[in-house]
C-alpha cells in the first residue's frame, strides 16, 4: 500500500489530483491562479518526506504540493480532512487541455465519515466541467450513498456495483486499480517524484489542525 489514499501518510493525501501534464506546466499553473497573492515557493524535496511540508492542515488552504507521478504530475493542497476534493486541478486541466483525475480514499474518521471516489474529467467530457465519468460510495455519519454518472470506462467491474453493501461497490483497492488502468501508478512509491510546495502568504483568518489532532480524530 502506498502513503497516499488513505495510506500510511494519513490522513495527508487522502485526497489526490492526478493532471495529465508535466509538474512545470502545473506549477506553472497554479501560480497563475494565484497572480493576485504573495506566493512562497519551497525548492523540490524528496518523496515522502516532503509531504510533512503539507500540516498543519487548514481551512481554508492555504499551501499546495505539486510532484510527478509516472507520466502524471500529482496536486495535494492542506486542507483539513485529507485535502479539498474540489481543489484547482480540474480547473488547471481545462486551461491545459489535458486529462484530470481526482480520486479520495478517505477512512472512517470523526462520527461515521467515510468513502472512496473517482472523478475523471478531460476534454471529451460533459461541457462546462468537463467530466467523463464519476463513481461515488461516500458515508457521513454512518449513512452511505452510491453516485454514479457518465458513460462506464473500458476497465470498469460493473459487477461490483450491484453490491448490497455500498461500502463494497468501490473500495480502495479497485479505487487504485482503475488509477492504474488509467495509467496513473498511485501505488507506487516509487513512482512520485521530488515535490514543490505553493505557500500562500495570506492573512485572512484560518483553522489550523495539527497532524497529531488529525490523527486523535481518525482514530477515535
Same mark, same amino acid.
Given at each position: 500500500? =502506498?502513503?497516499?489514499? @488513505? ?5 495527508? @493525501? $487522502? =485526497? ?8 512545470? /506546466?502545473?506549477? *506553472? ?27 498543519? +492542515?487548514?481551512? &481554508? $488552504? ?9 507520466? $502524471? #504530475?500529482?496536486?495535494?493542497?492542506? +486542507? ?25 480514499? /478517505?477512512?472512517?474518521?470523526? &462520527?461515521?465519515?467515510?468513502? #472512496?471516489?473517482?472523478?475523471?474529467? @478531460? ?10 465519468? %464519476? ?8 449513512? $452511505?450513498?452510491?453516485?454514479? /454518472? @457518465? ?5 470498469? *467491474?460493473?459487477?461490483?456495483? #450491484? ?12 479505487? %487504485? ?27 485572512? &483568518?484560518?483553522? #489550523?489542525? =495539527?497532524?497529531? *489532532? ?7
Amino acid at each position: 500500500m =502506498s502513503r497516499l489514499l @488513505g495510506g500510511s501518510a494519513s490522513p495527508i @493525501g $487522502w =485526497s489526490v489530483q492526478y493532471i495529465h501534464a508535466s509538474p512545470d /506546466s502545473v506549477l *506553472d499553473a497554479v501560480r497563475k491562479v494565484h497572480t493576485e497573492v504573495e506566493l512562497r515557493v519551497s525548492p523540490p524535496r524528496p518523496y515522502p518526506e516532503v509531504l510533512e511540508n503539507l500540516v498543519p +492542515f487548514e481551512a &481554508p $488552504w492555504a499551501r499546495e504540493l505539486v510532484m510527478r507521478c509516472g507520466n $502524471w #504530475t500529482a496536486y495535494l493542497n492542506n +486542507f483539513v480532512n485529507g485535502g479539498d476534493l474540489t481543489g484547482i486541478g480540474p480547473a488547471i486541466a481545462r486551461d491545459l487541455d489535458v486529462r484530470c483525475v481526482v480520486a479520495e480514499h /478517505s477512512p472512517r474518521h470523526g &462520527p461515521g465519515h467515510e468513502g #472512496t471516489q473517482l472523478w475523471v474529467m @478531460g476534454p471529451q467530457g460533459e461541457p462546462p466541467l468537463i467530466y467523463e465519468r %464519476t463513481l461515488s460510495a461516500v458515508a457521513a455519519d454512518g449513512r $452511505w450513498k452510491w453516485y454514479e /454518472s @457518465g458513460c462506464p470506462l473500458p476497465f470498469e *467491474d460493473l459487477s461490483r456495483y #450491484t453490491a448490497r453493501r455500498i461500502r463494497d461497490r468501490l473500495d480502495r483497492a479497485l479505487l %487504485t486499480r482503475y488509477l492504474q488502468e488509467l495509467g496513473i501508478p498511485a501505488e507506487d512509491d516509487d513512482a512520485y517524484g521530488h515535490g514543490v510546495v505553493v505557500q500562500q502568504l495570506v492573512r485572512w &483568518p484560518r483553522r #489550523t489542525v =495539527s497532524l497529531a *489532532d488529525a490523527n486523535r480524530e481518525l482514530n477515535r
